[in-house]
C-alpha cells in the first residue's frame, strides 16, 4: 500500500535502530538520562535558546507551552486553522482553562495587525490577552511557509504588547530548509517553540520544547502533571538524534515531490485543482466527494486523508521513493 496519509507514518531505518539499540540511558523524570540530555542541549543550541525539554508528542509540546505562558481565562490569539485549536482535543480550554480568539486567513496564516487589532482592552469586562500562538508551516494551510518578516512584525506586536510568543513548529524544518533560514533567528523571535521529530524528520516519537532556562523549569513541572515523565527514554531520544543528524537536509526531496506530483496531476480525472506546494503537503480538490475519491483509490493500493468534503491531502515522506511517486501519479491519472 502507498501510505500518503502523514509524514508520521514513516518507520525508523536500520541505523536509526542501530542507534537506538546502542544509546546510553537512565532515568529521565530524574533528568540523568545522559541521551535525551544530550538531544536537549543539541537542539537548544541548533536554536540559540537556553535549554529544551524532551516530549512524548507535539500535542503535548504545545499544551504545556499554553499552559505556562496563560493563566485561566486568559486568551490565546491563534489562526482559526491551527492544530491547537482544531486537533488536541479542546485542550486550551481542557488544560489550561484560557480561551482562544480565532484570527488569520484560510492558509492559517496571522499578521501583525490580527494581533494588535484582537488584543483586548485593559478594562476588567474583558479577559486578559496573553499568548500568540502561530504554525510554521500550516498543517491544514497546506504546508505553506511564513514569510520572516511577518514572523518578525508578530514578535515585535508581541513584545509592545507585554505577549508570550509560542510557534508550533512540528514542521519547522521543512520550512527552514524550503527557505534556507537559520533556526537562531527563530530562536531570538519566540518566547517557547515546539518541534516535532515524529514527522517529516521520521523518528517514531517524540516531540521538544524549546524556551528560556525559567520556561523550561516550569515545562517541567507541567510535562509530569500531564503524564509525560517517561523514564528510560534515551532509546527514543537517540532516535531523534539521528533524525536530526541524518534526516534534515533530505527534507528538500520531498518538497520536490510534492510539487512533481501536483504539476503531474493537474489533468487527471476528477481532480479540479491543486495548489504548487511549498514544502511537503499537498492538497488536492476534487469534483467528486473526498470520501468516494479516497475509496478509488485505496481499490488501487494507495492512501491518502480527506480534508474537507472536496479536498485530500496527500503528504511526501521518508518511507515514499521517486518509485512510488512515479506510482501514485499513474495511480492518479488512470482513476476511474
Ligand atoms: C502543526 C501540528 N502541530 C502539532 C501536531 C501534534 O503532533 P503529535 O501528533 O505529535 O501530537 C501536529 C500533528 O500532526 C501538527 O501537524
Known amino acids: 500500500m502507498l501510505n500518503f496519509i502523514s509524514d508520521t507514518v514513516t518507520k525508523p531505518n536500520e541505523e536509526m535502530l542501530k542507534a537506538m539499540l546502542s544509546a546510553e540511558v537512565g532515568d529521565d523524570v530524574f533528568a540523568a538520562d545522559p541521551t535525551v540530555n544530550a538531544l536537549q542541549e543539541k537542539i ?6 537556553d535549554a529544551a525539554l524532551f516530549c512524548p508528542s507535539g500535542t503535548m509540546t504545545n499544551q504545556i507551552a499554553i499552559n505556562v505562558h496563560t493563566q485561566p481565562g486568559d486568551e490565546v490569539i491563534c489562526s482559526y486553522q491551527s492544530h491547537i485549536y ?7 480550554a481542557r488544560n489550561s482553562g ?29 479577559t486578559n490577552t496573553t499568548l500568540v500562538s502561530i504554525e ?9 511557509c511564513y514569510d520572516m518578516q511577518t514572523v518578525k512584525n508578530i514578535a515585535d506586536a508581541c513584545q509592545e504588547n507585554g505577549l508570550k510568543y509560542h510557534l508550533d513548529g512540528a514542521r519547522l524544518f521543512n520550512a527552514m530548509v524550503a527557505n ?8 531570538s523571535l519566540f518566547d517557547s517553540i515546539s518541534i516535532c521529530l515524529s514527522k517529516g524528520l521520521g523518528a517514531p516519537a517524540g516531540s521538544l520544547l524549546l524556551g528560556s532556562t525559567g520556561f523550561i523549569q516550569n515545562a517541567h513541572r507541567v ?9 528510560q527514554v534515551g532509546y527514543l531520544a537517540a532516535a531523534g538524534i539521528y533524525a536530526l543528524d541524518h534526516n534534515v537536509e533530505r527534507l528538500a526531496d520531498d518538497h520536490l515531490r510534492a510539487k512533481h506530483i501536483s504539476n503531474s496531476i493537474q489533468n487527471a480525472p476528477f481532480i479540479t485543482g491543486t495548489e504548487l506546494p511549498e514544502t511537503n503537503i499537498l492538497m488536492v480538490d476534487l469534483e467528486i466527494s473526498a470520501e468516494e475519491y479516497l475509496k478509488k483509490l485505496s481499490a488501487n493500493n494507495m492512501q491518502a486523508i480527506g480534508f474537507g468534503p472536496n479536498r485530500i491531502r496527500i503528504t511526501t515522506h521518508l518511507d515514499v521513493t521517486e518509485n512510488d511517486i512515479e506510482k501514485a501519479i499513474g495511480i ?5
Not at 87 to 92: H, P, Q, S, V
Not at 137 to 144: E, L, S, W
Open 136 to 144: 510554521n508551516t500550516t498543517n491544514r494551510g497546506g504546508g505553506k
Open 44 to 49: 537548544a543550541t541548533l536554536f540559540g535558546m
Open 98 to 126: 484560557a480561551q482562544v480568539r480565532l484570527v488569520g486567513n484560510d492558509d492559517g496564516f496571522l499578521t501583525s495587525h490580527d494581533v494588535i487589532n484582537n488584543i483586548n482592552p485593559s478594562d476588567s469586562h474583558y
Open 332 to 336: 492518479m491519472k488512470n482513476l476511474s
Open 223 to 231: 510535562r509530569k502533571v500531564m503524564g509525560g515523565g517517561m523514564r
Open 86 to 92: 482544531n486537533y488536541e482535543g479542546g485542550g486550551i
Open 180 to 187: 534556507k533560514e537559520n533556526p537562531k533567528e527563530y530562536g
